[in-house]
DNA sequence: CTAGGGTTAG
């Protein structure tokens, strides 16, 4: 080591621990006796102070040393690949990897490669994997497991489907658990769960061996397919294999009867839990969030008076949670809180606030949040889209949608889906057709059902009745309920009663799930004096409205909250509610608006 | 110096 070289190491041991920067100092003051002057050993030293600035997270300080070393061998090579990937600086390893080759006379074993191909999955890049892949065949280096295993996980998560992986899968000799493991979490996480409990099945016969990790990620298999049968012989496996009391598989569980929807075992499973952490609690509050919001909150605020902190995961869930319930003073509070605990600039926390302001009603603040964002992603784009368009602000949400593309943001089939419905009710019809086209042609997003189910309603709403039926009869998808009950409506709105007696055909050939379809339809028999066809309407609904929890909605009116059904009797509340009502229908009256009484609900008694 | 698992947003 030279002069330059221990001053180096002096100033890079100020905040490193005292045992390595004695050593370190002592191995630049007396160099070992056994080694000549002019053969210096392996930076064996620093390379383990590389490692413990990286776990530190001194980037900087670990570069720095590293272009000061005078001699770098394959191992501080790879610490460097390794260090900037575990700091989640994936393509600064990949860099490093490059360097090596390129510069470095030193040959990569199979811990570079491995940690190469880490960094690969980190950028997402199978391409760059398969450069790799190539390298590790060259230089003999197939026959590592550890390789193989890094492999298979960068074509299992980075490509567009399992091929290469399950070809690399089945040319590992004597896989292990990992191996197995890392399949199926390759099919599961790409949302093919069926496919992911088959390996997990496979895994079991051959290997005859389990282990905690396959068992956690079949079962997410099993809630991703919503398959609580499979689910529940899992968890009966796993109480087998005494990995009940394993924290992180009870928690799969319990996410999986959460999305399975089965709330009343995920309400056993979380009490019959002997260890919860706070993603225990975190899961718990995401899965009442959809079904039952009121709970959801109650369980955060049991969360907190445990001691336990919540993060951005909670405040995620309950910020959806008080979104749907629309109470906007109670998502003031959260959203005081969640500044107060230094979560601000989130990103995800930032997205679900803006649709949480958005569906309260306060679309100025949703923009506000939006504004102040450092970064935005694609779905902060998309939720303030949404907001303007579900609140009669279809321009502004189209012209948002532009602005988005400007600024360099892609746009996904989500984003599309919101485009074209604020198109569909602004009137934009071209405009929507162009963005079609163009989502096909410019973006290669092929279009599903839903974008064909907009696209229906785009033309239907404008007039275009007879083009929205060619498109139905044109599009490669069966088309379903809400892609008939769009026509529908368009077939009454503009009078089509031909199209429309075709539509209401094959609406109730498919046996509608959906309680505002038999509304649409009984008002439509209504407005034809069709009243017993009407009625029959009515009454099927009835029957199938009985089977589910009725849709409730919320309003606060003076810091009070209050949740109703259709048809609900508020007591002296609904005295309030007339009051509003008639106001409105002063407004609209004032406006010259006409109301069009056959879209009003036609009350009838069965049998009338 | 190396590989696999659990919770967020449109």
Redesign the pocket.
């Known amino acids: 080591m030279n002069a330059r070289k221990l001053v180096l190491s002096q100033t890079h041991c100020t905040q490193i621990p005292q045992t390595i920067r004695n050593s370190l100092l002592c191995a630049a003051v007396d160099p070992p006796h056994s080694n000549p002057p002019f053969l210096p050993k392996p930076p064996i030293l620093a390379?383990?102070l590389l490692?413990s600035y990286f776990e530190r997270g001194l980037i900087r300080e670990a570069r720095t040393l590293f272009d000061e070393m005078p001699e770098r061998d394959?191992?501080a090579w790879?610490?460097m690949i390794?260090g900037y990937t575990?700091c989640n600086l994936h393509g600064r390893a990949w860099v490093v990897f490059c360097e090596m080759m390129r510069y470095a006379d030193v040959r990569p074993?199979?811990?570079?490669l491995?940690?190469t191909l880490?960094a690969c999955?980190g950028i997402n890049s199978s391409s760059r994997g398969a450069l790799v892949h190539a390298l590790v065949l060259k230089e003999g280096m197939s026959g590592?497991?550890?390789?193989s295993?890094?492999l298979l996980?960068v074509y299992a998560t980075c490509c567009v489907n399992m091929d290469k992986a399950s070809a690399v899968f089945h040319e590992i000799r004597g896989k292990?658990?990992?191996?197995w493991?890392?399949l199926i979490?390759g099919y599961t996480?790409r949302g093919d769960g069926y496919m992911g409990l088959n390996v997990f099945r496979r895994m079991l016969l051959e290997e005859g061996e389990s282990?905690?990790?396959?068992f956690?990620?079949a079962v997410?298999a099993c809630?991703s397919v919503h398959s609580c049968t499979y689910g529940k012989q899992l968890h009966a496996a796993i109480v087998k294999h005494g990995l009940n009391y394993?924290?992180?598989?009870m928690?799969?569980i319990l996410?999986m009867y959460c999305r399975c929807s089965s709330l009343n075992d995920a309400k056993q499973c979380f009490h019959e839990m002997t260890q919860r952490?706070?993603?225990?609690w975190?899961?718990l509050i995401?899965g009442y969030e959809k079904s039952d919001p009121y709970e959801s909150i109650s369980s955060y605020s049991r969360m907190e008076s445990e001691g336990l902190s919540p993060?951005?995961?909670t405040f995620?869930?309950i910020i959806?949670a008080v979104a749907n319930l629309a109470i906007l003073s109670c998502g003031e509070q959260i959203h005081g809180r969640i500044i107060k605990r230094g979560l601000g600039g989130?990103?995800?926390?930032d997205?679900?606030l803006i649709?949480m302001y958005a569906k309260s009603g306060n679309v100025a603040s949703a923009r506000r949040i939006f504004d102040k964002m450092p970064t935005k992603?694609?779905?902060?784009w998309?939720?303030m889209m949404?907001g303007y368009g579900s609140h009669g602000y279809g321009n502004e949400a189209v012209d948002f949608f532009e602005e988005m593309v400007k600024f360099g943001v892609r746009?996904?089939r989500?984003?599309f889906v919101?485009v074209l419905n604020a198109c569909s009710h602004a009137g934009l019809v071209d405009k929507g057709v162009r963005y079609f086209i163009s989502m096909v042609g410019d973006y290669n997003i092929a279009p599903d059902l839903e974008i064909f189910g907009c696209l229906v309603d785009l033309l239907g709403r404008a007039g275009r009745v007879e083009e929205a039926f060619q498109l139905i009869e044109s599009m490669p998808f069966d088309p379903d309920e809400s892609v008939w009950g769009a026509f529908l409506g368009a077939c009454k709105a503009h009078n089509h009663p031909d199209l429309g007696t075709l539509a209401i055909r094959k609406v109730l050939a498919l046996k509608p799930k959906i309680a505002a379809t038999y509304v649409v339809l009984s008002n439509i028999y209504a407005a034809d004096g069709k009243w017993c066809d009407s009625a029959k309407m009515r009454k099927l609904m009835r029957r199938m409205a009985s089977k589910k929890e009725a849709g409730r909605s919320s309003v606060e009116i003076k810091n009070q909250n209050y949740s109703f059904v259709a048809g609900d009797k508020m007591g002296s509340h609904m005295d309030c509610v007339d009051e509003v009502v008639k106001v409105l229908v002063e407004h609209m009256r004032d406006a010259r608006y006409i109301p069009d009484l056959d879209f009003f609900i036609h009350d009838l008694e069965d049998g009338t």
């Open positions: 390379t383990g490692k394959v191992v790879t610490t390794s575990s074993n199979e811990f570079t491995s940690s880490k999955k590592s497991l550890y390789v295993n890094a996980d292990n658990d990992v191996s493991t890392t979490a996480h282990n905690p990790f396959s956690s990620i997410r809630a394993n924290l992180p598989v928690n799969s996410d952490d706070s993603i225990t975190n899961t995401a993060n951005c995961f995620s869930s959806a989130n990103l995800e926390l997205n679900a649709d992603n694609l779905v902060s998309t939720t949404i746009p996904d989500i984003a919101a």
